[in-house]
């Protein structure tokens, strides 16, 4: 058996903060051999990363190695000097970090940061660097390279952005190269492209890649052997064949359980409309020069029918910028928009800011990032009773008994409800969003992608939970996502949305198995 490139043995992280302090990693062993994908996996906070960072050297001060070793070329990394790590970083090992606009410097060109790594490892001149960062962005396909290498990157698209990444990273031909959630914050589309680009550059340079992420979608098609985490510790590993089809651990096995699944909640298809709209239009103007004139628009939605049934979920579909949370957005009446929007009997185009408030009291939304829409400076309780003070003033007690019936249906303990949400988990934190637009017992629930930063265990979780507030309190849902496996498991119906149109809709069924639009079934390969 040929010997690893790189192994980690018996490693343990631990973090100090005063006298606290937290175990992060313990005795974690792998071995990494050359053109392979290992994957590592587990779920948030599980000491993925923080192995992955130790590699490189790349924790805080706080962090210390109570024990192990990292062996790369017959040496421990862990006792190189600085000079020496600083050389095998970027140059030798290579690493993709989860949040492509975070690790891009915002005030420099893409070319000028591609070039930087070049200077640091191969001391190119500039002539040099520049036709060799041409000839990477080129190699991870980024359209119209020569004209993108003056971009900045908030002027790149998600895709883009984590392609120039991997260029980074690639730029020295790494022998190692490091993916953390390379994929995470993309549309499922550009997820494909980018593990599918990934693959490629793979076997072009005879890579290994150290995979790192939560979901076991990608672990199954995209690497060779997988090593499983939880609380800092490694509890299975193995072939993904052997793990995938007969796990040893119980937690390797609720993970392999927690993949969305399941039907949408049984309802008769004979209900009649709650929501509806005719050719609905949202178009935000271009306007320049000094005069401000309107010489186009953006058409981010343009012409959508639809209709959501009593009780029944309705999905939207696509990528991003494909118009979804502005549909949603508009059908609330929360941006301006052209064509007709009827809730029950009421229309809602004709009416002013005051006769829609009560309106709106059953009509709520829960968006896609918990940690931004609730306040880190009011209690859960303020949060939740925010709704209340609108709807219903002066009338504290009634309030109190609310607040505590909405947050034991979302199963949170009440008496955590003078807690701030930066003490709670994503998962805790999207059920005081749910639990705050549940508390006005709304009949219609807008959901934008309120489980796309979760775990597949707690999306599960929210997923159920979403079923059985579905069921108890007879909710309407128009369910926001780009996870074409979420929608399947909670929606009746489906429209697909590409460019502010809708390319296709109808019953979830028969779009799941029978699509007609090429831009659907291009969604379907990419997701299943």
Same mark, same amino acid.
């Given at each position: ?13 631990? #973090? ?102 070049? #200077? ?12 060799? @960062? ?70 072009? #340079? ?56 399941? #039907? ?52 939207? @579909? ?40 009560? @309106? ?5 939304? @829960? ?162």
């Amino acid at each position: 058996m040929p010997l690893p490139i790189l192994s980690i043995k018996n490693l343990s992280v631990d #973090f100090s903060q005063g006298k606290r302090v937290t175990h992060a990693v313990r005795d974690a062993t792998l071995d990494l051999y050359k053109g392979e994908t290992l994957a590592l996996v587990g779920e948030s906070g599980s000491g993925k990363s923080v192995t992955a960072h130790s590699i490189l050297r790349l924790l805080p001060g706080s962090a210390s190695h109570p024990n192990g070793e990292i062996i790369f070329e017959g040496e421990n990394l862990l006792q190189v000097s600085e000079a020496k790590i600083r050389g095998i970083r970027g140059n030798r090992i290579g690493m993709i970090f989860q949040e492509p606009m975070s690790s891009l410097n915002p005030l420099h060109t893409i070319e000028k940061q591609i070039k930087e790594v070049l #200077f640091i490892h191969q001391g190119l001149r500039q002539k040099k660097a520049r036709e060799r @960062v041409l000839e990477l962005l080129e190699m991870v396909e980024i359209q119209n390279a020569e004209k993108r290498m003056g971009a900045f990157p908030h002027e790149l698209s998600g895709g883009q952005r984590q392609r120039v990444v991997i260029a980074m990273a690639l730029a020295n031909n790494p022998d190692v190269l490091i993916a953390d959630e390379p994929t995470t914050a993309l549309d499922v589309t550009v997820q494909a492209q980018v593990l599918k680009l990934l693959g490629q550059l793979q076997q072009q #340079f005879k890579m290994a890649i150290i995979l790192i992420t939560h979901d076991l979608g990608l672990v199954r098609h995209h690497a060779n052997r997988v090593a499983v985490m939880t609380q800092g510790q490694i509890i299975e590993s193995g072939k993904i064949e052997a793990v995938f089809q007969n796990p040893k651990h119980s937690y390797t096995k609720k993970l392999l359980e927690s993949e969305p699944s399941g #039907f949408p909640v049984e309802i008769s298809a004979s209900r009649s409309a709650l929501i509806s709209t005719q050719n609905l239009k949202v178009w935000f103007p271009i306007q320049k020069g000094i005069l401000k004139r309107t010489v186009d628009h953006v058409k981010a939605v343009d012409g959508v029918s639809l209709q959501i049934r009593m009780g029944h979920s309705l999905g939207i @579909v696509g990528e991003s910028g494909s118009g979804k949370t502005t549909l949603g957005l508009a059908l609330l009446r929360l941006v301006k928009s052209e064509g007709k929007i009827q809730y029950g009997d009421i229309f809602l185009n004709g009416l002013n800011h005051k006769q829609i408030t009560p @309106v709106r009291k059953s009509m709520q939304i @829960v968006f896609q990032d918990p940690f931004g829409s609730l306040s880190p400076r009011m209690t859960v309780e303020q949060i939740v009773a925010e709704g209340l003070e609108i709807h219903y003033l002066n009338n504290a007690q009634n309030h109190q008994e609310q607040i505590v019936q909405a947050l034991k249906e979302v199963d949170l303990d009440p008496e955590l409800r003078h807690r701030y949400p930066h003490e709670f988990s994503g998962g805790q934190r999207q059920r005081i969003a749910i639990a705050r637009a549940l508390v006005l017992k709304p009949s219609f629930l807008v959901l934008d992608e309120p489980t796309s930063s979760l775990d597949r265990t707690v999306q599960s979780q929210v997923l159920k939970l979403l079923r059985n507030l579905q069921i108890k309190h007879n909710l309407t849902y128009l369910f926001i996502s780009h996870d074409l496996k979420i929608i399947q498991a909670l929606c009746h119906d489906i429209i697909v949305m590409k460019d502010g149109i809708a390319v296709e809709a109808g019953p979830a069924e028969k779009i799941l198995q029978q699509p007609q639009n090429t831009y659907t079934k291009t969604l379907l390969d990419a997701a299943f």
